[in-house]
């Protein structure tokens, strides 16, 4: 009968490399928890098909990583900003005193010294 294994004090220390393994050979059992830091990994190889979906909360997202670049078009919707996050009203600075403005249909009104200014707001 043929010997199937190599105990492993047969083995020297760094004998075998990576061109001793078959291809697929290694899988994540075989990984040690930890054994994977991020040197390890080759730039762009984690993809967005490779990430579980809800793997990724805000909690995994830096500070300031997401600017108004990452967010697609139309991706924020009303639904999806927080009750207060957008002021109702707004100080006017005036010359001689600050008036606060309130806004609504989507439009800012100002009174000016001599006429009035819309804005429109969006």
């Known amino acids: 009968m043929a010997k199937t294994t190599i105990p492993a004090g047969y083995i020297a220390a760094n004998a075998i490399t990576s061109t001793e393994l078959a291809a697929n050979s290694v ?26 979906l809800n793997a990724v909360g805000s909690s995994e997202i830096a500070a300031n990583a997401v600017g108004s670049t990452q967010i697609a078009t139309n991706a924020v919707t009303a639904a999806k900003i927080a009750n207060g996050a957008i002021p109702t009203s707004l100080t006017v600075v005036g010359r001689s005193a600050n008036t606060s403005v309130s806004i609504s249909n989507a439009t800012l009104t100002v009174v000016g010294r001599s006429a009035n200014v819309s804005v429109g707001v969006s």
């Open 27 to 52: 899988t994540a059992a075989a990984i040690a928890s930890d054994a994977l830091v991020a040197a390890d990994i080759a730039d762009n190889a984690i993809t967005s098909a490779k990430i579980a």
